[in-house]
């Protein structure tokens, strides 16, 4: 097992990385990663001043960084579509998209277009968000790529394209689970995609942190008023899972990691994949299903009214 670590991360200078759900958890651990090596990160968050004090920490750390927080709301179109617009005006080009924050396995709520929330911040809004940085993506010289996080939850997802949005029956991690198993539908089809339309030069990968600690746990919990999840959620962090800044190596590892192919799928090589050093790794074979990423592709784009331009 090859012992990748964030200083084999490559010198990246002059590139331009955007890191959604940058402000805490792996997102903010790249995110460092990222600027140490030279990149200018664009940090897009929900909150814009947890986002200024995440940047903050970061610049105490590594005063040299090349940081910008924008506000980018997954649960919003309106938002993805505006921080999308903002950014193409604003930057000539895109190396990396790290499609990265998310919600676990809380009460069911619904975004500001109707979308359940897991499945709406989850895959909707990102695919919304990809679409949109497409064309920057394709068109900036050199090598790009787009990484969709993921979850070794994904295997016990099924999509459930009667029921998307849990109104006739719930369940917070059913739930969950879906979302990420189309994170891993929508990385493989666009693959598919790109390799259809001649395009050599993007990469679509997948990637999962194991078991990490990050609030990601903990927020189901709190929401739910459950006290015995939430220290349940606590203890597990504590004792078993790997330190968020070791979360963030698989998808830092898909981000630049010139042996990494389009269409694969990157998590720790540790026990049970919870942990330990990250490398190219085997998702579901539902995750891999060509017709259901066929159609959640459909799907996705009708429910978003946004569509790829892939040539």
Request: net charge negative.
């Amino acid at each position: 097992m090859s012992e990748w670590t964030v200083d084999d991360v490559p010198d990246l200078s002059g590139k331009t990385v955007i890191v959604t759900g940058a402000n805490s958890g792996i997102g903010f651990e790249a995110t460092k990663a990222f600027t140490e090596s030279g990149a200018h990160v664009v940090m897009a968050c929900r909150s814009l001043d947890r986002g200024n004090a995440a940047m903050a920490e970061i610049r105490s750390d590594v005063p040299a960084s090349s940081l910008s927080v924008a506000k980018l709301d997954l649960a919003d179109l309106d938002s993805v579509h505006r921080f999308a617009d903002e950014f193409a005006a604003d930057y000539g080009s895109l190396h990396v998209l790290c499609n990265n924050a998310g919600v676990m396995a809380i009460p069911r709520r619904e975004t500001q277009q109707g979308f359940e929330t897991q499945f709406g911040v989850n895959h909707l809004g990102h695919f919304a968000l990809s679409a949109r940085l497409f064309p920057l993506l394709r068109d900036t010289p050199g090598e790009t790529r787009l990484v969709s996080v993921s979850s070794g939850l994904h295997e016990r997802g099924r999509m459930n394209f009667d029921d998307l949005h849990g109104e006739r029956r719930y369940d917070e991690w059913d739930a969950y689970a879906q979302s990420k198993l189309a994170n891993l539908l929508f990385a493989f089809e666009l693959d598919r995609r790109l390799t259809a339309s001649g395009i050599d030069d993007v990469s679509s990968v997948g990637a999962h942190p194991g078991y990490a600690a990050t609030n990601l746990q903990v927020r189901g919990p709190e929401e739910t008023g459950s006290t015995v999840r939430l220290l349940l959620s606590k203890l597990g962090n504590a004792i078993f899972a790997q330190s968020a800044a070791n979360g963030a190596l698989p998808l830092l590892y898909a981000s630049v990691e010139s042996e990494v192919e389009s269409g694969s799928y990157v998590g720790p090589q540790g026990l049970f994949e919870m942990r330990g050093y990250p490398g190219v790794t085997e998702p579901s074979e539902r995750a891999r299903d060509p017709k259901a990423a066929a159609r959640l592709w459909d799907v996705s784009e009708e429910l978003t009214d946004t569509r790829f331009r892939l040539a």
